[in-house]
C-alpha cells in the first residue's frame, strides 16, 4: 500500500499510468458513486448487444426484401400444406411422410394461425432466422477477434447466397443455420469458463444450466433439421485441439451425448422415411460445380473472391498454428522466421481457440462428412449444408482482413482495403441475390402466375381442372392450394378426397369420365383446364375427353411454365 505522504521528490518523477483495467472505488454514503459504479457495466452491456443486434436487424431485413416475389415451389407447397393442417391431421402425415420437419411443421402451423399462410408470411420466420444467425455470428467473431472483423463478418453473412436463399424460403434451413450458430457460441461461452488446470487461476466453472442449454439447444436443432446433429463433429474437433482438460471434455461429451440421445426418435423417423429422398440418387448432386460455385456462391465470379479470402485465412492461420506449437516445443523447430498470427486484435483468453479454427471445423467437417457419401448414396443436396453458411462467412471476413492487415500496407490504407475488398465481395454476390427474387426464381415455379391468370378471367360457377400425367411436384393444380384466393368459388370437378384427410399433400382425384359419370359435369358450362408445359411442348391431359362433352377451346393463355385453355359449351 503507498505512503500517504509522498517525498517530495518522487513528485519530480514522471508519472506512471497505471494499466489498463477495472478501477475499484469506494463509494461514500450518499455520494451517488455506487448507482453510477452499478449502472456502467449495465450500460457497457448494453453496447455489447448494440451490434449483433443492429447485425440481426439488417440481415432479416436484407432477407425480407422481395421474398414475396418468387412463387412458392414444391417444398414450400409441403411446408404450407402440412402446417395448414389440422393438428390431427398433421400428426397423422408426419407418420407416414416428413417427420424429420414435424418440428419446423408445429412451429409454421402456429405462425399461420395467427398470421396468415401468404408467401410473405411464411417466409417471414426464415428471414428472422438468418437475422439470429447474423447476430451469433458478429457475437462470436468480435469474441475472437475484433470489432472490425465482426462487421465484416455480419456484412458478408446478411448478403451470403446460400444464406439470402434460406431466408425466403418456407423451409427449415435457415434455422439450421441459426442453431448451429448460437451453438457454437455457446461452446466458446462454456470453454471460456473452464479450467484447463485444477491448479491453474480460479476462473468461473461452467454452470449446469449451460450444459443443459447446450444439449437442449443441440436436440431442438436436430428436431428442427436432422443434420444439425453434425455439428457434433465440428465441435468435437474445436474442444480436442484445444484440450481444456479431461474434466471439461467429459462434461460435453455428456451435453452432446444427451442432445443426440434426445433427438434419437426423429432419427428411427428419419430411417423408416428414407425413400422420401431416394430421388436424390438419379441427380448428379456431388459436381465440382454444385460444391465450389452452387453451394454458397451462386456465380463463379464470387466463388472465386470467396474461396481466394478463405484459402488466405485458412492457410495463415494453419501456419501460424504450427509456429506456436513449435515454439512451445510440440513440433521440431525448422524455421524461426515470424509468420503472421491470426486475426486477434483483440486477444481472446488464452485457452480459446482462433476465429479461424472453429469457422474451419464447422465449415468443412460437417461437409465432408455429408458430400462424400453423398457422391455414392441418395444423402445430400446443397440446402442441407445451409448450417455450415455462417461459418463460410467467417472465414470470407478473416481472409479480408487479414488482406487489409498486410505490412506492406499503410495503416491509414489498410481500413479503405478492407472496405474496398468487402465491396468487391457483396458486388459478386448481388447478382445472385437478384436471381433469387425474381418471379421464377424457385425451380422454375409458375403457381402465383396461373392464379392471376384463373383468378383475373374466372367467374364463380366455374369447373377447373388440372394435368395428372406429370410428377407430383410438377402438377399445377398445387397453386390452388397455395394461392387459394383466386380460385375461391370455382368446383375443383375431379376432387375425391381432399389432402388433408390423406397421409400426403396429394389430393385424391377422379379421372375425368368418373367424374362424368358422377355427375360432377352436370350444369357445368365453361372450364379452365391447367396444363404442365414448356416453352416447346404443352401437354394436353383431358382434353380430349373435355371435346367429347361438347366444350371447345375458347381462349389460350400461356405462363412459364403452364398452359391455361378456356373451354365452353
Not at 287 to 305: K, M, N, Q, R
Not at 327 to 342: D, F, H, N, V, Y
Request: hydrophobic share 50%; charged share 15%; with cysteine.
Amino acid at each position: 500500500m503507498p505512503d500517504r505522504e509522498q517525498p517530495m521528490r518522487d513528485l519530480a518523477m514522471p508519472v506512471r499510468t497505471p494499466a489498463p483495467g477495472p478501477v475499484h472505488v469506494r463509494a461514500e454514503p450518499g455520494s451517488g458513486v455506487a448507482s453510477a459504479a452499478i449502472s456502467a457495466p449495465r450500460r457497457r452491456r448494453s453496447r455489447d448487444w448494440m451490434l449483433p443486434v443492429g447485425f440481426s436487424l439488417f440481415a432479416t431485413l436484407v432477407a425480407l426484401l422481395g421474398s414475396w416475389i418468387p412463387s412458392l415451389w414444391e417444398d414450400e407447397a409441403a411446408s404450407l400444406l402440412s402446417a395448414s393442417r389440422p393438428l390431427g391431421s398433421l400428426f397423422l402425415m408426419l407418420g407416414h411422410i416428413d417427420a424429420v420437419h414435424g418440428a419446423y411443421y408445429l412451429g409454421l402451423h402456429g405462425w399461420i394461425d395467427v398470421f396468415g399462410g401468404s408467401p410473405f408470411s411464411i417466409r417471414f420466420p426464415s428471414a428472422v432466422a438468418v437475422g439470429l444467425c447474423a447476430a451469433a455470428v458478429v457475437l462470436l467473431v468480435r469474441r475472437l477477434g475484433s470489432t472490425r472483423t465482426a462487421i465484416l463478418a455480419g456484412m458478408v453473412c446478411a448478403f451470403l447466397p446460400r444464406l439470402t436463399y434460406a431466408g425466403e424460403e418456407a423451409r427449415s434451413y435457415a434455422f439450421s443455420a441459426a442453431i448451429a450458430a448460437w451453438l457454437t457460441v455457446l461452446l466458446i461461452e462454456l470453454l471460456s469458463r473452464s479450467r484447463p488446470d485444477p491448479a491453474g487461476p480460479n476462473r468461473a466453472q461452467p454452470t449446469r444450466m449451460r450444459w443443459v442449454a447446450y444439449a437442449a439447444l443441440l436436440a431442438l436443432g436436430i428436431y428442427c433439421f436432422l443434420y444439425v446433429g453434425l455439428i457434433v463433429a465440428a465441435h468435437a474437433a474445436i474442444v480436442l485441439w484445444k484440450r481444456p482438460g479431461k474434466g471439461f471434455v467429459r462434461t460435453w461429451a455428456l451435453a452432446a451425448a444427451v442432445g443426440l440421445a434426445a433427438a434419437v426418435p426423429i432419427g428411427v423417423w428419419a430411417f423408416r422415411e428414407r425413400s422420401q429422398i431416394a430421388y436424390l440418387a438419379t441427380r448428379p448432386q456431388v459436381t465440382p460445380d454444385s460444391i465450389l460455385v452452387g453451394l454458397w456462391f451462386g456465380y463463379s465470379a464470387a466463388a472465386v473472391i470467396a474461396w481466394a479470402l478463405i484459402a488466405a485465412a485458412v492457410g495463415a492461420a494453419a501456419a501460424a498454428a504450427i509456429v506456436r506449437r513449435r515454439r512451445a516445443g510440440e513440433l521440431p523447430t525448422r524455421s524461426q522466421q515470424p509468420i503472421q498470427q491470426p486475426i486477434q486484435q483483440s486477444a481472446p483468453q488464452p485457452q480459446l481457440p482462433s476465429l479461424e479454427l472453429i469457422a474451419a471445423c464447422w465449415l468443412f467437417i460437417p461437409a465432408v462428412l455429408l458430400i462424400v457419401p453423398g457422391a455414392f448414396m441418395a444423402a445430400f443436396t446443397p440446402r442441407y449444408l445451409t448450417l455450415c453458411a455462417p461459418a463460410t462467412a467467417i472465414l470470407i471476413a478473416c481472409g479480408i482482413a487479414r488482406l487489409a492487415a498486410l505490412k506492406r500496407l499503410p495503416t491509414r490504407r489498410r481500413t479503405l482495403a478492407a472496405v474496398i475488398a468487402t465491396a468487391v465481395v457483396l458486388a459478386a454476390m448481388v447478382p445472385a441475390y437478384l436471381v433469387q427474387r425474381g418471379p421464377y426464381a424457385k425451380n422454375n415455379s409458375d403457381w402465383a402466375e396461373i392464379s392471376a391468370v384463373v383468378g383475373a378471367h374466372a367467374t364463380p360457377g366455374d369447373a377447373v381442372l388440372f394435368d395428372h400425367s406429370v410428377p407430383q411436384s410438377r402438377r399445377p393444380e398445387l397453386a390452388l392450394h397455395t394461392y387459394p384466393a383466386d380460385f375461391s368459388g370455382l368446383n375443383d370437378v375431379l376432387l375425391e378426397t381432399p389432402y388433408t384427410r390423406n397421409t400426403s399433400w396429394a389430393d385424391t382425384m377422379y379421372s375425368v369420365p368418373q367424374a362424368v359419370a358422377l355427375g360432377r359435369f352436370a350444369g357445368v358450362r365453361r372450364v379452365w383446364l391447367v396444363e404442365y408445359a414448356t416453352p416447346t411442348h404443352a401437354d394436353t391431359w383431358g382434353l380430349a375427353e373435355l371435346r367429347a362433352l361438347d366444350f371447345a377451346t375458347v381462349a389460350h393463355y400461356r405462363t412459364f411454365r403452364s398452359a391455361i385453355i378456356e373451354l365452353s359449351r
